[in-house]
C-alpha cells in the first residue's frame, strides 16, 4: 500500500466513524474538498503535508476506532494548555 493509499484509507475511516464525507475530512485537513478526489485520482503532496495530515489523524483519531494495521501512528500531541 502506497503512502498516498495509507491517507486516503484514513480519510475513508475518519470519514466514516466521523458520519461526514471523505471530502469534509479533506476540507478540515487541507481546506480543500477537492483533496480527497485528487488523491483517489493519483495526485501527489508533499511529504510536509503527509505528514501533517497523518499527525492530524493521529491527535484526533475517534475514540474505539481502530487505528489501521499497516500504517503507522505518530504518537498523539498533548492538547496545548490554554
Known amino acids: 500500500m502506497s503512502l ?3 491517507l486516503v484509507s484514513l480519510m475513508e475511516i475518519y470519514a466514516k466513524a ?3 464525507s471523505p471530502s469534509r475530512v479533506a476540507t478540515i485537513i487541507f481546506s480543500s474538498g ?3 478526489r ?3 485520482d493519483g495526485a501527489d503532496i508533499t511529504v ?3 505528514e501533517d ?3 492530524w489523524f493521529s491527535d484526533n ?3 474505539g476506532v481502530e487505528w489501521p494495521e499497516g500504517i503507522r501512528r505518530p504518537a498523539p500531541k498533548a492538547p496545548e494548555a490554554a
Do not use: D, E, N, S
Request: charged share 20%; no cysteine; glycine share 10%.
Open 48 to 50: 510536509g503535508r503527509f
Open 34 to 36: 477537492a483533496m480527497y
Open 61 to 63: 483519531w475517534p475514540a
Open 53 to 55: 495530515a497523518v499527525q
Open 38 to 40: 485528487r488523491l483517489t
Open 18 to 20: 466521523r458520519g461526514i
Open 4 to 6: 498516498r493509499q495509507h
